[in-house]
């Protein structure tokens, strides 16, 4: 048998992908499964962006660009911050990356030596302890509470801080709470970073996905001093409904986004050619398809939190961003099914989709044994036959 590098017995698959292949499975053999998993919007890409990377494909533009990708879409990514949230950067603090995930490994990558810390707020991003622990750094967690929103405070994360932190994940909205951040903790946190000369690894791809009143703004639109520590990192995955196209981005300091260059260069080089013209009329023509998406989500929104008021053992807090709910589920822990009796959030996984028929993501692997995490990137009509089926299974919880 094959000796594997030690490095793979740090991470493990994402164990969400367990319950993706089972709901997949059950609807193979003709069983109506409600999916409540992806982690992708399911509007389709606007047509615009279509038509510009058929275009691109049709005039011949097939071969390599720039490692980082091609000079104009950098161009135009800081146009578009620059339009949009004041901030100025150059090309040369820009950088293209095979979506967001990617671009994040890469700032990873790029920033850590072994022993390097990172703090990772809980709950997280199932990719972030993950990938810290790849390019050889520790993931520090900073636990937070539903009671307090699934936020930190300033104060948490500067009592975390070591001589080896390197820096901290914040996002917000966050994946999978959908908590946000008010401006004053966002204050609080730049402060801490500037103090402590940390680095924010700001994950603002759900920015755009946001219910409250206004829109959201980048981190250092709140404290422009942060702007050198700041690593805006995001993409058009979520806001443009573009997660199969694989594009990502990071904004700021020079010498890591020349890092980050140099070890794509080694390595993916160029994100697509043709998705980088999709990606150039997207940036061009900004966000402003967005306000149907978000009526949409929201109403979806509201109808599951209606219904968890009425379903028995299930409590949720309002998400004000992103497109999913964490209810917690704590009420059906050691209550009994056909299956058995529920007790983590992989038992309340299970049951639902075998019950109910009803598949959702458990909450252990994001760091929230308590909750489970439901996408409601699927039409109203699934959603409510979803509620039903939820409503009807808890009830028969003995
Ligand atoms: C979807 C997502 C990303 C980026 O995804 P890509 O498809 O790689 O662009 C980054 N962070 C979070 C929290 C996400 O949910």
């Given at each position: 048998m094959v000796k594997l590098a030690d490095r793979m017995s740090l991470i493990k698959p994402s164990p969400t992908l367990a319950?993706?292949?089972?709901?997949?499975?059950?609807?193979?053999?003709?069983?109506?499964v409600v999916g409540f998993g992806a982690g992708e919007p399911d509007f389709d890409t606007p047509d615009f962006v279509k038509e510009a990377a058929i275009t691109a494909l049709r005039e011949g533009?097939?071969?390599?660009?720039?490692?980082?990708?091609m000079p104009e879409l950098r161009d135009a990514l800081c146009a578009f911050y620059k339009r949009t949230e004041g901030l100025d950067y150059t090309r040369a603090e820009s950088i293209i990356s095979v979506g967001g995930k990617h671009?994040?490994?890469?700032?990873?990558?790029?920033?850590?030596?072994?022993?390097?810390?990172?703090?990772?707020?809980?709950?997280?991003?199932?990719?972030y302890p993950d990938m810290t622990l790849l390019a050889g750094g520790t993931p520090v967690f900073l636990k937070t509470e539903e009671k307090n929103g699934f936020r930190f405070t300033a104060d948490e994360l500067d009592a975390l801080v070591t001589p080896r932190t390197k820096a901290v994940v914040v996002n917000s909205p966050s994946n999978p709470s959908g908590a946000v951040y008010d401006v004053a903790t966002l204050k609080g946190i730049a402060a801490v970073a500037k103090k402590r000369n940390i680095i924010v690894i700001w994950d603002e791809i759900y920015?755009?996905?946001?219910?409250?009143?206004?829109?959201l703004r980048s981190l250092p639109h709140y404290d422009p001093e942060v702007k050198p520590l700041t690593l805006i990192c995001s993409g058009l995955a979520k806001n443009f409904s573009m997660t199969g196209w694989r594009i990502g981005w990071v904004l700021g300091d020079k010498e890591i986004v020349t890092a980050m260059s140099t070890i794509q260069g080694q390595s993916t080089s160029n994100p697509v050619t043709f998705a980088?013209?999709?990606?150039?009329?997207?940036?061009?023509?900004?966000?402003?398809?967005?306000?149907?998406?978000?009526?949409?989500?929201?109403?979806?929104?509201d109808a599951l939190l209606a219904a968890f008021e009425r379903i028995p053992g299930i409590s949720c807090l309002k998400p004000e961003g992103a497109f999913y709910v964490f209810p917690n589920i704590s009420g059906w822990y050691g209550k009994k099914w056909s299956g058995g009796v529920i007790k983590d959030s992989y038992d309340a996984t299970t049951f639902l989709l075998q019950e109910a028929r009803v598949a959702v993501v458990p909450g252990d692997p994001f760091g929230a044994p308590d909750n489970i995490r439901l996408s409601y990137a699927l039409g109203m009509d699934e959603i409510q036959k979803g509620i039903d089926r939820m409503a009807?299974?808890?009830?028969s919880l003995k």
């Open positions: 319950i993706t292949a089972k709901a997949k499975a059950m609807k193979a053999e003709g069983i109506d533009k097939t071969k390599y660009t720039d490692a980082p990708g671009a994040l490994y890469n700032i990873l990558m790029a920033l850590l030596s072994p022993g390097d810390e990172v703090i990772i707020p809980t709950p997280y991003w199932v990719s920015k755009d996905v946001y219910y409250g009143e206004g829109r980088q013209y999709g990606a150039l009329a997207a940036l061009n023509a900004g966000t402003g398809h967005i306000g149907p998406w978000l009526a949409e989500f929201r109403a979806r929104r009807a299974a808890a009830a």
